[in-house]
Structures are given as C-alpha cells and as structure tokens.
C-alpha cells in the first residue's frame, strides 16, 4: 500500500503522539508500505511555523528532511496533474493544504492518512 500522510498524521507519527490510530500505526509501520510526505504538507508546516503557530525544535528546514529519513518517509512533490485535480473536488472541505492533499492521493492513487472526518468524504481511499 502507498500512504500520504495528512499534515497531523505526520506530526503524530514522527512524535509518538497517542493520537495516531493504532491501524495508521501498524500500516505505517508496515516495511510493505511506502510512505509519503507531500511538499503540501512540508509549505503548511514551514507557514505555521513561521507565524508562531506551531513551535518546533528546530527550524522546518533541517527538522523535516532528518524525521522523515528517520521514519522512511519519502517526500513527494506537487505534481501538474495534481493541482489540475483540485477543481475537480467538492467544497466538502475548505482548508487548501488538505483538500490538495486528497488531489494528490487521488492522482498518485495513495491512500491518505487523515483523522479528518470531511477528508474521507472525498473519492479517496483513506486510513485513520
């Protein structure tokens, strides 16, 4: 199986948060599985950051890419194919980051990680 994970879905798992489901915890741990970080997701924590909403201990830039190698996370960029998708999509949901994160899944026929209820009303396979 291939999985995106959603923005909290990353945080969660890189920090051992109880919040991460334990059938999200076991597929991520699956060595079967690939697992994904979009750029999406990298922009929404790197803005959060920077406007004092989410604190890190480390700076964005040096903190994704060494969580990500050390949970075998692989980044995947914002495809043409996937921002072409986004008007495609319902209003079911209306923050950006989350609703190209189904665009992506949809496109890389990913299944997306999410606690987020609206997200899993999308034509999308989700995990949570």
């Not at 929404?44 to 004092?52: D, S, V, W």
């Not at 830039?61 to 999509?89: D, F, G, I, M, N």
Request: with cysteine; glycine share 4%.
């Amino acid at each position: 199986m291939t999985l995106l994970l959603d923005t909290a879905a990353f945080l969660w798992w890189v920090t051992g948060s109880p919040r991460l489901s334990k059938g999200a915890r076991e597929a991520l741990t699956d060595p079967g599985n690939d697992v994904f970080l979009s750029a999406v997701s990298a922009w929404e924590i790197a803005l959060k950051h920077a406007l004092g909403k989410l604190p890190l201990p480390e700076e964005p830039e040096t903190l994704l890419p060494r969580l990500r190698s050390a949970h075998r996370v692989e980044e995947l960029p914002l495809s043409e194919a996937a921002a072409l998708q986004l008007p495609k999509l319902p209003p079911l949901h209306r923050d950006p980051f989350d609703r190209m994160l189904v665009c992506q899944a949809i496109v890389h026929g990913m299944t997306l990680v999410t606690s987020d209820p609206p997200l899993r009303r999308y034509p999308v396979r989700a995990l949570w």
